[in-house]
């Protein structure tokens, strides 16, 4: 794995959606970024970039083909999550059980709050595993 792609792999790990704008690298929300992270995208944003417009922010081995199926066949980035409901995911604050996926919010149980439903936006979640 190059920087480009660590830096992108830790990039979604966050939470953080990417998008280029020109030369521009567009990151929300900004808050998830510390300044070790904004060093080394600065360093390599050119290869960034390119990973991005070549590849797509959302890399491959994040996302079974299940997944891509499910968001191509519904036209929905959110759709992806469809084939995760009642499985664990990742969060930016812990893994838990998807319950509901909604185009501006999903629905989790995490792990470590047991008693109450946690709200998160469709691309802060990502899989556990990709099987």
Do not use: Y
């Not at 959606?17 to 360093?43: M, N, S, Y």
């Not at 390599?44 to 066949?73: C, F, M, N, Y």
Request: glycine letters at 6%; charged letters at 30%; hydrophobic letters at 40%.
């Amino acid at each position: 794995m190059n920087a480009a792609h660590s830096i992108l792999a830790e990039i979604t790990r966050r939470g953080i959606a990417v998008r280029v704008d020109g030369k521009t690298l567009r990151l929300r929300p900004r808050l998830a970024l510390d300044d070790d992270l904004v060093g080394r995208i600065k360093e390599h944003k050119a290869e960034i970039i390119r990973v991005v417009l070549t590849e797509g922010s959302d890399q491959a081995l994040h996302w079974p083909p299940k997944s891509l199926a499910a968001e191509r066949r519904f036209g929905q980035s959110h759709a992806k999550l469809f084939p995760f409901l009642g499985r664990k995911v990742r969060t930016p604050t812990g893994p838990g059980t998807l319950i509901r996926v909604f185009a501006e919010r999903v629905t989790v149980l995490l792990d470590s709050e047991r008693d109450k439903c946690s709200f998160f936006r469709p691309e802060q979640i990502e899989p556990v595993s990709t099987e």
